[in-house]
């Protein structure tokens, strides 16, 4: 099993489980025997482009979210290895600023929520439709992000399947497109675990402690991770990492089993060909 986890909210985000301390999640990581984790909570913007509440701490929130996590960095330097981040979207003319994050955290990760139409307008993945058009500039804002330095990991990158009913043509060609990028950069792809989660252990909203054979009935067209994507993305030399995306010390709980269903779904041929990263 994986033992590191670079994907991990905080109660900032709004969306999280509000009760939940940062101190807590390093506590959960450690008694599964993990050795390194990073906060990459959503990041504060500092031009508010993401005007939806209960998605992002708010700008002001930063330093007390860095201290908290230097705090325990050091308070636990003995067990595990504790790094600061956020998750970040990048979005053109915003370099200057998410750079700035970038040069006061350990990791950054690019979970690509949303795009700008050709208005500068916010198009938001679960909010708005997706034309074509809209997913190759998905993909192009994601091979920009890497060309300039930004992530270091590129989180969920299937995550445009919720705009799609099926995987066809335009679908392998946004995928062709992450890969590539990913592997000319060199940039790890996250196979992220939140999905799964959120339709099996956390149906309905409420945590449930069905046996993984229910849980697995459970995962019809689940949209990520995407079978299709993963296949394609098995053909190029790149790195891959899972993602326990926790909001809930239930997803650190349940993380080998996440991940066995992950690695269902996508199927064995295409996991097999997979190159998982140790720790980087």
């Not at 913007?45 to 860095?66: A, C, H, S, T, V």
């Not at 697995?216 to 990492?241: G, H, M, Q, T």
């Amino acid at each position: 099993m994986q033992n590191f986890n670079y994907h991990t909210h905080t109660y900032r985000c709004g969306h999280a489980d509000l009760n939940l301390k940062d101190e807590e999640y390093v506590e959960e990581f450690i008694k599964l025997g993990f050795t390194k984790i990073a906060f990459t909570d959503h990041c504060p913007e500092k031009n508010e482009n993401d005007k939806r509440p209960n998605i992002r701490m708010g700008y002001e929130q930063r330093k007390e979210y860095l201290s908290s996590i230097r705090k325990l960095k050091e308070k636990y330097a003995d067990r595990i290895e504790i790094e600061s981040g956020y998750e970040v979207e990048y979005l053109p003319g915003e370099e200057e600023n998410l750079m700035e994050l970038k040069e006061e955290t350990d990791k950054l990760i690019l979970g690509q929520h949303f795009i700008y139409d050709d208005n500068r307008n916010l198009k938001i993945f679960t909010v708005d439709e997706f034309s074509d058009d809209d997913l190759i500039r998905y993909a192009k804002h994601i091979e920009k992000a890497i060309e300039l330095g930004i992530p270091d990991i590129i989180a969920h990158p299937d995550i445009y399947m919720l705009s799609r009913e099926n995987f066809g043509e335009m679908e392998e060609k946004v995928a062709n497109m992450i890969c590539s990028v990913a592997e000319k950069y060199q940039i790890p792809l996250e196979i992220n675990l939140c999905k799964i989660f959120n339709r099996t252990y956390y149906e309905n909203k409420k945590i449930n402690n069905e046996p993984i054979e229910e849980q697995r009935k459970k995962l019809v067209n689940v949209k990520y991770p995407c079978k299709e994507f993963w296949e394609v993305a098995s053909n190029y030399n790149i790195k891959v990492l899972y993602g326990i995306d926790a909001h809930f010390k239930e997803q650190i709980q349940l993380c080998k089993e996440l991940m066995q269903l992950a690695n269902e779904i996508i199927g064995e041929e295409a996991i097999q060909k997979l190159s998982f990263i140790e720790e980087f």
